[in-house]
C-alpha cells in the first residue's frame, strides 16, 4: 500500500510504502510549537519505505531537552511541517499524520514527554506513556 502525505499547499510531499513501524503523540514544547497545537503526532517509517520526495523542502534544526537533534522538512511556500529526520531513530523519516489524508490511518501506540502535556489532553488508557525522553548518551 502506498500513502502520500502533502503540506497545505501541494508543493511538498513524500511517498512511502506499508504501515509506520511506530506513531507517537509528542507532547513536548517543541512539537507544540511546530504544530501551533498542543502536540504532534508523527509516523515514523524506515527510510527504505520512502519511495518518493516531491518538492524543496526548507529545513529547521532544533536540539531537544534530552540533547538531541530533529531536522524538520517544510514546505517555503505555505510553512506545513511534513517530515523530520530525528537523531533518537536513525534510519527512519518520521512523517506528519496530519499531512495524510486517510482517516483509518493506522493510530498511535504511546504518547511521550507526558509532563509538558496538557492537563486537559487525554490519551487512551492502553497507550504507552513517558513523561520524558532520556538525555543523550544516558
Known amino acids: ?7 497545505l ?8 510504502l506499508g504501515n509506520p ?5 509528542c507532547n513536548c514544547t517543541n512539537c507544540q510549537r ?5 502536540f504532534g503526532v508523527g509516523a515514523y517509517f524506515e527510510n527504505s519505505q520512502v519511495v518518493e520526495k516531491k518538492g524543496t523542502p526548507k529545513h529547521f ?8 537533534k530533529i531536522t524538520s522538512s517544510f514546505c517555503a511556500n505555505c510553512g506545513s511541517t511534513v517530515f523530520w529526520q530525528a537523531e533518537i531513530f536513525q534510519g527512519f523519516t518520521a512523517i506528519a499524520v496530519g499531512c495524510f489524508t486517510e482517516p483509518d490511518f493506522p493510530a498511535p501506540s504511546a504518547s ?6 496538557y492537563d486537559w489532553v487525554e490519551f487512551p488508557e492502553h497507550w504507552h506513556k513517558m513523561q520524558k525522553q532520556e538525555p543523550k548518551n544516558a
Open 1 to 7: 500500500m502506498e500513502r502520500e502525505a502533502k503540506c
Open 9 to 16: 499547499c501541494g508543493e511538498l510531499s513524500i511517498k512511502v
Open 21 to 25: 513501524k511506530l506513531s507517537l503523540a
Open 34 to 38: 511546530r504544530t501551533g497545537s498542543v
Open 61 to 68: 534544526q532544533v536540539k531537544t531537552d534530552s540533547g538531541n
Open 112 to 117: 511521550v514527554w507526558n509532563q509538558s502535556k
